[in-house]
């Protein structure tokens, strides 16, 4: 049974993936409305009497906004490019400072979720009756961000990034989102793992998204070559993030002392258009208190995501993921301990269990502002041993929502979500939300 649902997974994505190499060479919608954000901005050039208007000039400064905007880890809710760029003289060096902020509201029934997210995992399958229906609001997203783009006789190409959001405590505290820089193929700083593909996640109001999403974020160093344009490479080693069931009595975590090591390999023909296959190689540690025994277990996910226009107007997402012991990576696994559990036939001792998941996503453009789209998403837990009744099974969510940029850098968006999650005694419990969101980007 495990390798059916894992193989009609794989097969879900492939034939996705069919689609997106068919792709029309037609410009998207979605590129056409990036093409709208590139140019606005306002310009300020410094120690230069030169006319940002003029044709030089303006299309010297639509390549440099064009890197501020592309990223081969940028989502959808990731802040847009900044509205005020400063130039240097040379048009050697440019600075960049933006933000959003973005505020959420939403209303659940049926038994409230306890979290701004919309997560399965956390779905009350007892449902206190006080607690049926919700309605909460969150600033969370809103972020500023600092960005330097400048080209150097020795370095070459560089790039410096500090993104700082409100997503702390009660979703209100400020907190580092990512800090990184760039020296040409090389990136070296707290940035989006090299196993996460976040322009493969479809768009949505609430801020979990697909529940099989891979989200990490850790201080890495990460070589990310091209070749010959449409190839894209990437290798790194990442700061370990372990999550591990660990009792203090018969187990004990064991502090991480080797890194991850991710890779991926990615084939494009567009800026938003590109097929991606991760990978990720984890030491997971822990300690056997009974037998006075450290112990080194080898985690590992592999990822298949794709994203692509067949058509000028619809988008399609696919992503697939597989592996044992990767669930602190991301998904709704991240919200408990899955990395390593105990097993119960051999007290002391912990395993790394398996996991998969996937989400397929269509988004169709009515103009390339106004957009409405779908996802569906599964995350699954395959314990290799008996684990409690009431233990989490598998999760399931779907979304219908609807984005309007009422101007290149205001968007208004609405959103249904329904899942359910569903344990290992057969009970299983929906969850139902509507949620509204509006962004002013800078």
């Not at 567009?270 to 277990?297: D, E, F, M, Q, W």
């Amino acid at each position: 049974m495990k390798l059916t649902h894992t193989a009609a997974a794989l097969c879900l994505s492939m034939s996705s993936l069919n689609c997106f190499a068919t792709s029309d060479a037609t410009k998207s919608f979605v590129d056409i409305m990036h093409d709208s954000i590139v140019t606005s901005q306002k310009v300020v050039m410094f120690g230069n009497n030169t006319d940002p208007t003029n044709s030089a000039s303006s299309d010297s400064i639509k390549s440099i906004v064009e890197r501020f905007y592309y990223d081969q880890f940028r989502h959808a809710q990731d802040p847009e490019a900044p509205y005020f760029l400063f130039l240097s003289r040379d048009s050697q060096l440019a600075m960049g400072i933006g933000g959003c902020v973005r505020m959420r509201g939403y209303f659940d029934w049926g038994g409230a979720i306890p979290a701004a997210g919309f997560a399965p995992y956390l779905i009350p399958m007892d449902p206190d009756p006080a607690k049926m229906r919700k309605f909460g609001t969150s600033p969370a997203g809103t972020c500023l961000f600092f960005r330097i783009i400048g080209q150097n006789k020795t370095l070459g190409n560089y790039s410096l990034y500090i993104e700082a959001n409100f997503n702390g405590y009660d979703t209100r505290d400020f907190r580092l989102k990512k800090a990184y820089a760039t020296i040409n193929d090389f990136t070296i700083g707290y940035a989006p793992s090299t196993f996460s593909d976040p322009a493969a996640v479809p768009s949505t109001v609430d801020a979990q998204g697909p529940n099989n999403k891979m989200s990490n974020t850790s201080v890495l160093v990460r070589w990310m070559p091209r070749v010959k344009d449409r190839w894209v490479f990437a290798i790194s080693a990442e700061t370990p993030q372990t999550s591990i069931t660990a009792d203090n009595i018969e187990t004990k975590k064991v502090d991480e002392w080797i890194p991850d090591a991710a890779a991926f390999v990615q084939y494009e023909w567009g800026k938003t258009s590109h097929i991606r296959l991760s990978g990720i190689v984890r030491s997971l540690s822990y300690r056997n208190l009974n037998a006075g025994k450290n112990h080194y277990l080898a985690g590992w996910g592999a990822q298949l995501s794709a994203v692509g226009h067949p058509h000028p107007q619809l988008t399609l997402f696919s992503t697939v993921n597989y592996g044992k012991g990767y669930a602190g990576l991301g998904g709704d696994l991240l919200i408990g301990t899955y990395d390593l559990i105990g097993d119960p036939q051999n007290p002391g001792r912990l395993y790394a269990p398996r996991s998969y998941g996937w989400n397929i996503g269509v988004q169709y453009n009515i103009l390339p502002n106004l957009f409405v789209s779908t996802s569906f998403s599964q995350n699954r837990f395959l314990p290799s041993h008996t684990v409690e009744p009431t233990e989490y099974r598998y999760g399931l969510v779907g979304d219908v929502n609807v984005f309007w940029n009422l101007t290149p850098r205001i968007q208004i968006g609405a959103e249904f979500d329904y899942g359910m999650r569903k344990n290992f005694n057969g009970a299983h419990r929906w969850s139902k939300r509507v949620g509204a969101m509006a962004q002013f980007s800078f």
